[in-house]
C-alpha cells in the first residue's frame, strides 16, 4: 500500500518481482489517497507492459487507513482467486526466495493461515516483529506505557529471548508484512476498519484464534523494513492514532472497564503534552490531538457496554 512514497512503492514491487522466483506473482498496489502527485517515473513503472511483471493500480477515493487500504487489494485479490495473499508495506524490501518460502510455509501446513517472514533493518538488525500471547488489558498496561521499563517479563513478551532463527507457531505478527492463505483470508478479512493505524495486528490475532488458524514466524523468508518511513510524515496525527486505536481495542475486543479506559485517555494526553514541550510540530497539532481523542474516548466508552453483551465480533 503506498501513501505519498511513491518512490518506495517502485523498489519495493521491484524487490518482489526478483525474488518470487518460479512463482507467478500478481502485484495489487493500493494507493491511499496519495496528495502528493504521482511522478512520471512512477507512471511510467505502473503503467508501462514488461513481460514477467503484472501490476493492477487500486486507487482509495479516501485515506481512511491502513486497514480499509489494505482491504481493497485483499477484496481484490480474492476476487481474482489469488492462492497466497501477502500483505506488505510498501517500505519492506524482499529478500531473496522471501516470496517463495512463506508460500510454501502455507502450502505444507493447511491449519496454518498467516506466515510471517523474519523483519530486519536496514543493519541487518532483527526487528521484533512477533509476539507468543495474546495482548490482554494487563499487557497493554504493563507493555504500551511507560511501565514495560519495570516489567522483565517484557522480554518475554517481545520473544527478545527467542532465537530469531528458529520457525515457531505464534499470536499475532507485525502487519508490516505476512503472507495469508486464501482459505484463512475468507475467514478474517476484510479487517477491522475502525483502526486507523496501529493495533491491527492485535485484532488479527483475535480472529485467527477465533477462526482456528495458526500463525507461523518463518525466518527463512527475510525481509528489510525501512520502519516508519510514512508515519514520520505525519508523527502528531500519528500519536492521535495510537490514542484512537488503543481505545478501541481495549473497549471492542477486550472489554476493558471503564476506569482502565479512562487511564489509557489520559495518559496518551499527558504524554503528548510532555511530547509536544520540545516539537514545535506537535504543539501546533495539540488541540487537535486532544479534541480528537475526547471525542473517541466519549464514543467507545459509551458502546462499551453494548460490545460487551456481544458473544462474538
Known amino acids: 500500500m503506498n501513501y505519498q512514497t511513491w518512490e518506495l512503492s517502485i523498489r519495493c514491487?521491484?524487490?518482489?518481482?526478483?525474488t518470487c522466483g518460479k512463482l507467478s506473482c500478481q502485484v495489487y498496489l493500493v494507493d491511499n489517497a496519495s496528495t502528493r502527485p504521482m511522478p512520471d517515473a512512477f507512471r511510467r513503472y505502473i503503467f508501462t507492459e514488461e513481460e514477467g511483471r503484472k501490476i493492477q493500480f487500486l486507487q482509495a477515493k479516501r485515506n481512511r487507513g491502513y486497514a480499509a487500504g489494505n482491504n481493497i487489494g485483499l477484496k481484490k485479490a480474492l476476487e481474482d482467486g489469488c492462492s497466497v495473499i501477502i500483505v506488505s508495506n510498501n517500505d519492506i524490501i524482499f529478500r531473496e526466495q522471501a516470496v517463495q518460502k512463506m508460500a510454501d510455509c502455507?502450502?505444507?501446513?493447511?491449519r496454518i493461515g498467516i506466515a510471517a517472514p523474519k523483519v530486519v533493518d536496514a543493519g541487518n538488525h532483527v526487528q521484533p516483529s512477533y509476539c507468543l500471547?495474546?495482548?490482554g488489558i494487563k499487557e497493554i498496561f504493563?507493555?504500551?506505557?511507560?511501565?514495560?521499563w519495570f516489567f522483565r517479563k517484557r522480554q518475554d513478551y517481545y520473544c527478545l529471548g527467542k532465537n530469531p532463527g528458529l520457525s515457531m507457531d505464534v499470536y499475532h505478527v507485525s502487519g508490516c508484512c505476512f503472507a495469508l492463505s486464501r482459505e484463512c483470508a475468507q475467514k478474517v478479512v476484510p479487517l477491522d476498519e475502525e483502526t486507523v493505524l496501529y493495533y491491527e495486528e492485535l485484532i488479527l490475532g483475535i480472529r485467527m484464534e477465533r477462526a482456528g488458524y495458526r500463525t507461523r514466524y518463518e525466518p527463512g523468508s527475510v525481509v528489510v523494513h525501512q520502519h516508519g518511513a510514512t508515519a514520520r510524515l505525519a508523527r502528531p496525527f500519528m500519536y492521535?492514532?495510537?490514542s484512537q486505536s488503543e481505545l478501541y481495542y481495549c473497549a471492542r475486543y477486550l472489554?476493558?472497564?471503564k476506569w482502565q479506559l479512562y487511564l489509557l485517555y489520559r495518559?496518551?494526553?499527558l504524554l503528548y503534552f510532555l511530547r509536544s514541550l520540545t516539537d514545535r510540530k506537535m504543539r501546533s497539532y495539540q488541540k487537535t490531538f486532544r479534541k480528537q481523542t475526547k471525542l473517541f474516548y466519549q464514543e467507545y466508552t459509551r458502546q462499551n457496554a453494548a460490545w460487551k453483551s456481544?458473544?462474538?465480533i
Open 133 to 135: 500471547r495474546r495482548t
Open 255 to 257: 472489554h476493558a472497564r
Open 267 to 269: 495518559y496518551r494526553r
Open 13 to 18: 514491487m521491484e524487490s518482489i518481482y526478483k
Open 310 to 312: 456481544c458473544k462474538t
Open 240 to 242: 492521535q492514532c495510537i
Open 142 to 148: 504493563q507493555f504500551y506505557t511507560a511501565a514495560k
Open 106 to 110: 502455507l502450502e505444507a501446513h493447511p
